[in-house]
């Protein structure tokens, strides 16, 4: 069977009445905060960008981008995005918050992205407070593992699904810092298919809305394109690797034991496992975009 042409992608629209609410609340409450954290998603630094929120922001806020999971992402592929941000005059913190690797830069980051605000306040007689950050991103690129990094204790229910944060709270760090924290928000309609793509690979949009076949195979095209060896390594794969992705599901399917009644690949279990072990990094450190 032939690759995957970009042409046999869906073009996706969501935007569930959560996803709405979500953009009002930060809308309503971008005039409390000084500053603006993005998380993105370190291996989709460009695709995780949700480009509703350049409207929504209007350039009012200074930004910091905070790019989480990075000890699942090609570590020089994420020093290029920090130059290239660079020179846009964007911060980019990387951050693996499970090790909290990143943390105190961020902070750090914020903190004097935050000083000309908080110094114009004292400056005009108000009394000295913490810089005001409102946290933003779209669905499970990180963002509450990452509030309960900065704050060093277990503030919000981490779950993995995406967007299960659904109402703003305010959390307070140690550190001179107040979080706002928001829902995850996607944008009405996704115009390029492969950002759809990546985004449902790394699970900020459900796997529900894909045909999982294509999704996975796409997936295998992919890594055997940019990072074979992950792919020959974990599934213990012939080096000469085949890059067309129906084949790769086959193969690791009979790998894995994934057989069914009359020595058939079982593909639904095959694609979960693959899913599962690229979102979990045992496929190696990738970056997409």
């Not at 911060?91 to 943390?103: F, K, L, S, T, Y």
């Not at 961020?106 to 000295?128: R, Y």
């Not at 760090?173 to 790394?202: H, R, S, Y």
Request: net charge positive.
């Amino acid at each position: 069977m032939s690759e995957i042409n970009k042409n046999d992608l869906p073009q996706l629209q969501w935007f569930p009445g959560h996803m709405k609410k979500a953009q009002r609340l930060i809308e309503e409450n971008l005039k409390l905060v000084d500053i603006v954290i993005e998380v993105l998603d370190a291996r989709i630094p460009l695709s995780s960008q949700n480009p509703m929120l350049k409207e929504i922001l209007k350039n009012e806020k200074p930004k910091l981008l905070a790019l989480c999971k990075s000890d699942l992402a090609d570590k020089n592929a994420t020093q290029n995005y920090i130059s290239k941000f660079k020179e846009e005059n964007i911060i980019a913190v990387p951050i693996d918050a499970a090790h909290g690797a990143g943390i105190k830069n961020l902070i750090s980051a914020a903190k004097s992205l935050a000083e000309e605000k908080t110094h114009k306040l004292t400056k005009h007689g108000a009394k000295p407070r913490s810089a005001r950050a409102m946290i933003i991103g779209i669905p499970n690129v990180g963002k509450s593992s990452l509030i309960n990094a900065l704050a060093g204790i277990n503030h919000t229910k981490i779950e993995n699904r995406p967007g299960v944060t659904r109402a703003k709270q305010w959390i307070k760090i140690d550190n001179g810092l107040d979080l706002l924290d928001t829902p995850g928000i996607l944008w009405p309609k996704f115009e390029d298919p492969e950002v759809a793509m990546k985004l449902a690979w790394t699970y900020a949009i459900s796997d529900d809305i894909h045909d999982l076949e294509i999704l996975v195979c796409k997936l295998l095209e992919t890594l055997a394109k940019k990072y074979p060896l992950g792919l020959i390594e974990r599934f213990k794969l012939d080096e000469n690797l085949t890059q067309d992705g129906f084949e790769l599901l086959e193969i690791i399917g009979r790998k894995r034991g994934c057989i069914r009644k009359g020595n058939v690949v079982d593909s639904e279990k095959a694609q979960r496992i693959i899913l599962n072990e690229f979102r979990s990094g045992k496929l190696g450190r990738v970056t997409l975009d």
